[in-house]
């Protein structure tokens, strides 16, 4: 298994320009998060999706921020613009929501390193 | 909303064993999990603890008292490879979504 596959791994960019993240979760798995980590705040859940439905974006700073799920192989994060507060590592992660367990584990992809000029 | 202290850095010698604490306040809490993150990669999950008691795992062990809001991690035969931080994240209400603390960086020295 590829694990979570995330891209890039780095982006270096100006303030103002739009950024999209992406992320590919494991196969089978139907929970998707997108999470943020800064030294200052740690690790934030931005936003989750269950079966490619938004679930929960109350972590989302602001309308900058959106994310999207077409279909169960893909997400992409988008900041538009973006600024230099927002530079952070984006980490993507998956799930399978029905694990029998009763709760997820969740396993990381490799994140993006975001920095903002 | 959800409250995790965790220390900010803790340092060991290499076989030694240490402990990382974890307090929380919480409602409808639903588990606890711990993840090791190694400088520069992604968060791996390490444990879940819903009851109260001690979950072995290898050298690895996790600690849970509800009534207190209350875990430790527990480290043994440290190894250079443990350097590393340490996140208590705790799961509440029906989605056991886990809401992460700010992590412990573990220094195992020689």
Redesign the interface.
């Known amino acids: 298994d590829a694990g979570v596959i995330q891209s890039p791994r780095h982006e270096v960019t100006e303030m103002g320009q739009e950024v999209t993240l992406r992320c590919k979760p494991i196969s089978g798995h139907n929970s998707l998060f997108w999470y943020r980590q800064t030294m200052m705040r740690g690790l934030e859940l931005l936003i989750y999706f269950n079966n490619n439905v938004p679930i929960d974006d109350s972590g989302m700073p602001e309308d900058r921020f959106s994310a999207k799920m077409p279909n169960a192989s893909f997400s992409t994060l988008k900041i538009q613009p973006s600024e230099p507060r927002d530079s952070a590592v984006y980490f993507c992660a998956s799930s399978r929501a029905t694990s029998g367990r009763g709760y997820n584990e969740q396993f990381f992809g490799p994140g993006t390193r975001l920095t903002v000029l | 909303g959800q409250n995790i202290d965790q220390p900010t850095e803790m340092t060991a010698t290499e076989g030694a064993i240490v402990q990382i604490n974890c307090t929380y306040q919480t409602s409808g809490f ?2 606890l ?1 711990w993840y090791q993150q190694h400088a520069g ?5 390490l444990s ?1 603890n ?1 009851l109260d008691g001690l979950e072995e795992k290898g050298r690895f062990s996790s600690f849970l008292s509800r009534s207190k809001g209350y875990s430790y991690l527990l480290l043994k035969e440290l190894q250079m490879k443990d350097s590393a931080s340490y ?1 208590c994240a705790v ?1 509440s209400g029906g ?9 412990t960086s573990l220094i195992v020295h020689p």
């Open positions: 639903n588990g999990f990669e992604a968060p791996t999950f879940y819903v996140l799961g989605s056991y979504i886990p809401t992460f603390g700010r992590g």
